[in-house]
T-cell receptor, first 113, second 114 residues
Framework: GNSVTQMEGPVTLSEEAFLTINCTYTATGYPSLFWYVQYPGEGLQLLLKATKADDKGSNKGFEATYRKETTSFHLEKGSVQVSDSAVYFCALPISGSARQLTFGSGTQLTVLP | EPEVTQTPSHQVTQMGQEVILRCVPISNHLYFYWYRQILGQKVEFLVSFYNNEISEKSEIFDDQFSVERPDGSNFTLKIRSTKLEDSAMYFC????????????FGEGSRLTVL
């Protein structure tokens, strides 16, 4: 079945630093790929998604490109802010179902002022 | 902004006891889900629910688990006889529908089984 492997955390950066959180996947076909974010005390929220190969998802300054050659969907942001401190989850549908998601283990990001 | 709400935020129970976790999905959503995350592990799919019946479930969702939509607003997860390994954060989610519909998650209910 489909699976995702996410960069281990935690990650600590200074404000305005460049962020990369690695995510690689194993999948049958080319399913949609997602990044979810969980801010402290809140539920998981969809951050961005890409529905086909070579698509770039973007939101709130974050970007991720669906790369089938490297089976990757790395999350990037050019200049992080303290308010970006959260846990980030890479996800994709479990084989055969768009609504069953399998998640990565999550990466805790802390941005220091 | 509409949101998914879950209660309780934290429940402590003795092994063997029944637990009911409650969720109020977003009102116009058609699909409802439960996921869980054991501490230090991945978020795992448990079950999806549509049109008043289970549409998909994982291997984790055995006979000890059940879901119900008792009225027009609530969606519940019942664990009949809790085990130590049921200790986890349980997330409810809902979506409008459509193949790639966004899932909206609640804040989670932390269950601790002693």
């Amino acid at each position: 079945g489909n699976s995702v492997t996410q960069m281990e955390g935690p990650v600590t950066l200074s404000e305005e630093a460049f962020l990369t959180i690695n995510c690689t996947y194993t999948a049958t076909g080319y399913p949609s790929l997602f990044w979810y974010v969980q801010y402290p005390g809140e539920g998981l929220q969809l951050l961005l998604k890409a529905t086909k190969a070579d698509d770039k998802g973007s939101n709130k300054g974050f970007e991720a490109t669906y790369r089938k050659e490297t089976t990757s969907f790395h999350l990037e942001k050019g200049s992080v802010q303290v308010s970006d401190s959260a846990v980030y989850f890479c996800a994709l549908p479990i084989s055969g179902s768009a609504r069953q998601l399998t998640f990565g283990s999550g990466t805790q990001l802390t941005v220091l002022p | 902004e509409p949101e998914v709400t879950q209660t309780p935020s934290h429940q402590v129970t003795q092994m063997g006891q029944e637990v009911i976790l409650r969720c109020v999905p977003i009102s116009n959503h058609l699909y409802f889900y439960w996921y869980r995350q054991i501490l230090g592990q991945k978020v795992e799919f448990l079950v999806s629910f549509y049109n008043n019946e289970i549409s998909e479930k994982s291997e984790i969702f055995d006979d000890q688990f059940s879901v119900e939509r008792p009225d027009g607003s609530n969606f519940t997860l019942k664990i009949r006889s809790t085990k130590l390994e049921d200790s986890a954060m349980y997330f409810c989610a809902s979506s409008e529908g459509g193949q790639w519909g966004e899932l909206f998650f609640g804040e989670g209910s932390r269950l601790t089984v002693l």
